[in-house]
Structure formats: C-alpha cells, structure tokens
Nanobody, 128 residues
Framework: QVQLAESGGGLVQAGGSLRLSCAAS????????MGWFRQAPGKEREFVAA????????SYTDSVKGRFTISKVSTKNTVYLQMNSLKPEDTAVYYC?????????????????????WGQGTQVTVSS
C-alpha cells in the first residue's frame, strides 16, 4: 500500500514558477514509477509527467515539455514537479500517482489506468 500527499500548489501569475512535492509513505518507494496528472474544471484528468523508479527515464506531455521538470529523491520518498513559465491553461488540480508496473510500459502509456495509487491533489491557479 502506498499513501501519497501532494503539497506546493497555490496562486501564481502567468510566467511564474511553482514546485509541487509528493511525499510517499512506502517501504518500497524506490521501485515505483511516479507520475503527475492534472484535472482542469470541466475536463478529463490528463497525464503531465512521469519518472522511472531509478530516476533515469522521464516522460512529459507535449504541452509542458521545456517548462516542467519531474525529479525524485528516493532517500526522502519524495517526487517533485518543477513548473516554470506557467500559463493560465496550466490551472488545474495536480495529482501525484504511483505505479508498480514496469517503467517501459508506464512511461510510454501515459495513462492513468496503469497507476494504482493516488494522492488527494493540490490546486494550482495561474492568473493572466
């Protein structure tokens, strides 16, 4: 069982930055692929980024490439999402997720269906 808790959301102006954190409570945290998803009002939840258990491989949705960076510190059981050059369309509730499946599958699938554990989400609002 994995429990995830996101933090770091807030209100920021367009062009600004935020860093989201996801703390995981799991003895085997280092074996999970970790991902970030987001859900804007009235829209489906969508994939944002993912990182392999070793941190060597990452995957991003096209709209955030070059602006967002996912990273993890296994000794702290924490995953981060650094978000720069934020746009109003980045406004959403951001969720952290964990998957025990092979990284090759999870990173290429970019689907919430391969993630078994989810956090409660943190709100990110970008004003224009």
């Amino acid at each position: 069982q994995v429990q995830l808790a996101e933090s770091g959301g807030g209100l920021v102006q367009a062009g600004g930055s935020l860093r989201l954190s996801c703390a995981a409570s799991a003895r085997s945290f280092s074996t999970y692929v970790m991902g970030w998803f987001r859900q804007a009002p009235g829209k489906e939840r969508e994939f944002v980024a993912a990182i392999s258990w070793a941190g060597r491989s990452t995957s991003y949705t096209d709209s955030v490439k070059g602006r967002f960076t996912i990273s993890k510190v296994s000794t702290k059981n924490t995953v981060y999402l650094q978000m720069n050059s934020l746009k109003p369309e980045d406004t959403a509730v951001y969720y952290c997720a964990a998957s025990p499946r092979p990284a090759g599958v999870v990173l290429t699938t970019q689907s919430e269906s391969v993630y078994d554990y989810w956090g409660q989400g943190t709100q990110v609002t970008v004003s224009s």
